[in-house]
């Protein structure tokens, strides 16, 4: 599987005025090494497209998507192996195509090519890429993907929903990935753009609309670590969707969104003209909005062309978790009430001081696949790697799954299951379980000492779906497991391309400095 490209399906579509380059359904997706300095700080990056955000992937619910990655990787002081995960898809039917390395995949070699070849057949929503492989999406490779509903039951509620209302967050490293343990980020950036503290004053994001009209905006948390508190001065913002689950409109003034979750919002352009601060400030790292750092302006039409003076206020209606109610078939599987499931799973969490456990193992990536493992001929779950990280779930079953957070160093954890969204029964913060309508979504905080956060699921998708904090720090360290689902099924129901079977040929014969 030589270096192949696809140009001629390739669709990248350059609107004006424009957030992202948008490649539609079907096309390359070039990994490759530049130069950026996206807060005034020079660095090589790991670059999907060539911009510091990936381009926009993008299509209509029920569409088939054949993205072709092509690994133009040379910086061998980063990653240049590596694979794309397409975050918050189910890939039901083609778990090979969900992107992490180890567990679905090998990686792609560099001067190599792979095609990504699924269908998202019933969802719809905001979404997002990265790479999941070590922590090399620190170093760039991550991008928004937003998969539109042409029956949306909220389309008349806005005027306008595309790339240029994609708002995308994330912390930046000025030290390459693989160098750093647990470190703290140097700047916020908001599409893109951004400032460090005591660096100067650069170009921030502008995101431009016209008073009078009314925006779907979708938020995305691209981050390796923080979790960012969100708002926009003089504005409130309704909530419609959380992690492409449609749910009841809420009424917010500021969002905390966790590493990796989603929300759109509508926004009313109903305040004077002139210019807001757009504040995402994170958790870790340097917080506040000295020198405009941890911002962007929202700009009227009209407006001067200057930085915004509006003072930070005190949230009045900040989101609740517990307040969110899906807008289609509330409610979670099983009986109502603890452990009123098919299969119920607690995990213990822990920290050895340099490495996470989950009931007293420490995730560390096998060599061979898990997929592969099953498809290579390994006879059940119990014999799959690594020892004591893959939990077997039976298929066609109700599931519990209660994550108690015992104020575990890093905390809160924001995890992420694939191949699912769950059933949040028990939301951080709260004492009350909710069977009747919690919160839909795919990335849970799992709160400080005292929480209990509980989810439930079914088990209707099967393959091996990783299960890990989405803090990518964690994940490397080992805060993760398997989940091996319906594994009776795998070789009927998993069929792999003749691509995908030839990885891991590839990456095994790379020397050390070609990985």
Same mark, same amino acid.
């Given at each position: 599987?030589?270096?192949?490209?696809?140009?001629?399906?390739?669709?990248?579509?350059?609107?004006?005025?424009?957030?992202?380059?948008?490649?539609?359904?079907?096309?390359?997706?070039?990994?490759?090494?530049?130069?950026?300095?996206? /807060?005034?700080?020079?660095?090589?990056?790991?670059?999907? &497209?060539?911009?510091?955000? %990936?381009?926009?992937?993008?299509?209509?619910?029920?569409?088939?998507?054949?993205?072709?990655?092509?690994?133009?990787?040379?910086?061998?002081?980063?990653?240049?192996?590596?694979?794309?995960?397409?975050?918050?898809? !189910?890939?039901?039917?083609?778990?090979?195509?969900?992107?992490?390395?180890?567990?679905?995949?090998?990686? @792609?070699?560099?001067?190599?090519?792979?095609?990504?070849?699924?269908?998202?057949?019933?969802? =719809?929503?905001?979404?997002?890429?990265?790479?999941?492989?070590?922590?090399?999406?620190?170093? %760039?490779? +991550?991008?928004?993907?937003?998969?539109?509903?042409?029956?949306?039951?909220?389309? /008349?509620?806005?005027?306008?929903?595309?790339?240029?209302?994609?708002?995308?967050?994330?912390?930046?490293?000025?030290?390459?990935?693989?160098?750093?343990? !647990?470190?703290?980020?140097?700047?916020?950036?908001?599409?893109?753009?951004?400032?460090?503290?005591?660096?100067?004053?650069?170009?921030?994001?502008?995101?431009?609309?016209?008073?009078?009209? +009314?925006?779907?905006?979708?938020?995305?948390?691209?981050?390796?670590?923080?979790?960012?508190?969100?708002?926009?001065?003089?504005?409130?913002?309704?909530?419609?969707?959380?992690?492409?689950?449609?749910?009841?409109?809420?009424?917010?003034?500021?969002?905390?969104?966790?590493?990796?979750?989603?929300?759109?919002?509508?926004?009313?352009?109903?305040?004077?003209?002139?210019?807001?601060?757009?504040?995402?400030? *994170?958790?870790?790292?340097?917080?506040?909005?000295?020198? &405009?750092?941890?911002?962007?302006?929202? +700009?009227?039409?009209?407006?001067?062309?200057?930085?915004?003076?509006?003072?930070?206020?005190?949230?009045?209606? =900040?989101?609740?978790?517990?307040?969110?109610? *899906?807008?289609?078939?509330?409610?979670?599987?099983?009986?109502?009430?603890?452990?009123?499931?098919?299969?119920?799973?607690?995990?213990?969490?822990?920290?050895?001081?340099?490495?996470?456990?989950?009931?007293?193992?420490?995730?560390?990536?096998?060599?061979?696949?898990?997929?592969?493992? @099953?498809?290579?001929?390994?006879?059940?779950?119990?014999?799959?790697? *690594?020892?004591?990280?893959?939990?077997?779930?039976?298929?066609?079953? #109700?599931?519990? @799954?209660?994550?108690?957070? &015992?104020?575990?160093?890093?905390?809160?954890?924001?995890?992420?299951?694939? &191949?699912?969204?769950?059933?949040?029964?028990?939301?951080?913060?709260?004492?009350?379980?909710?069977?009747?309508?919690?919160?839909? +979504?795919?990335?849970?905080?799992?709160?400080?000492?005292?929480?209990?956060?509980?989810?439930?699921?079914?088990?209707?998708?099967?393959?091996?779906?990783?299960?890990?904090?989405? @803090?990518?720090?964690?994940?490397?360290?080992?805060?993760?497991?398997? !989940?091996?689902?319906?594994?009776?099924?795998?070789? #009927?129901?998993?069929?792999?391309?003749?691509?995908?079977?030839?990885?891991?040929?590839?990456?095994?014969?790379?020397?050390?400095?070609?990985?």
């Amino acid at each position: 599987m030589g270096f192949q490209s696809f140009t001629s399906l390739f669709s990248l579509v350059a609107l004006v005025p424009s957030a992202f380059a948008v490649l539609e359904t079907t096309g390359d997706l070039v990994i490759s090494n530049a130069a950026v300095s996206p /807060d005034g700080f020079s660095r090589t990056a790991v670059l999907a &497209g060539g911009g510091v955000v %990936g381009e926009l992937v993008t299509g209509n619910k029920g569409d088939n998507f054949q993205i072709n990655v092509v690994n133009e990787l040379t910086d061998d002081t980063m990653l240049r192996s590596t694979t794309v995960h397409w975050h918050g898809i !189910f890939q039901e039917g083609t778990n090979w195509a969900d992107g992490p390395a180890f567990i679905n995949q090998c990686p @792609i070699a560099a001067n190599n090519s792979f095609l990504y070849d699924f269908t998202v057949s019933d969802q =719809a929503g905001t979404f997002w890429y990265h790479s999941h492989l070590a922590t090399q999406y620190c170093d %760039g490779l +991550r991008g928004p993907m937003v998969i539109y509903d042409p029956d949306d039951p909220y389309a /008349d509620l806005y005027d306008v929903d595309d790339d240029t209302t994609v708002l995308s967050l994330m912390d930046w490293y000025h030290a390459k990935a693989e160098t750093l343990t !647990f470190p703290a980020p140097d700047a916020t950036l908001i599409n893109g753009l951004g400032r460090y503290s005591g660096g100067n004053a650069t170009d921030l994001a502008v995101i431009t609309v016209t008073s009078g009209t +009314r925006y779907r905006f979708r938020l995305i948390n691209l981050a390796c670590d923080p979790n960012f508190v969100f708002s926009i001065d003089n504005h409130t913002m309704t909530v419609i969707e959380v992690d492409g689950v449609n749910h009841e409109q809420l009424v917010v003034d500021s969002i905390q969104i966790f590493a990796a979750q989603r929300y759109s919002f509508i926004l009313e352009a109903n305040q004077s003209v002139d210019n807001y601060w757009i504040r995402a400030d *994170p958790s870790t790292g340097t917080a506040g909005y000295t020198g &405009g750092i941890n911002s962007a302006i929202l +700009r009227y039409s009209g407006a001067a062309d200057s930085e915004p003076g509006t003072p930070a206020v005190t949230s009045v209606l =900040a989101l609740n978790e517990t307040q969110l109610v *899906p807008l289609e078939n509330p409610g979670a599987p099983g009986e109502p009430e603890v452990g009123g499931v098919d299969y119920a799973l607690n995990l213990a969490l822990a920290f050895t001081g340099t490495t996470f456990t989950i009931n007293s193992y420490s995730f560390t990536s096998p060599t061979v696949p898990v997929l592969l493992q @099953i498809l290579s001929g390994a006879e059940t779950a119990d014999s799959l790697l *690594p020892t004591g990280s893959v939990y077997a779930l039976p298929t066609n079953s #109700t599931i519990e @799954i209660s994550i108690p957070s &015992g104020g575990l160093a890093g905390f809160p954890h924001p995890f992420h299951l694939h &191949g699912h969204v769950f059933d949040v029964v028990r939301s951080a913060g709260s004492t009350t379980y909710n069977y009747v309508n919690p919160v839909r +979504r795919d990335v849970v905080s799992t709160g400080a000492a005292g929480d209990n956060v509980t989810i439930r699921f079914t088990t209707d998708n099967a393959g091996p779906w990783f299960l890990h904090c989405h @803090i990518d720090w964690h994940l490397e360290a080992g805060l993760a497991i398997v !989940f091996a689902e319906d594994v009776a099924d795998w070789n #009927t129901t998993q069929t792999p391309s003749t691509a995908w079977d030839d990885l891991c040929p590839i990456y095994d014969a790379l020397s050390a400095d070609q990985l």
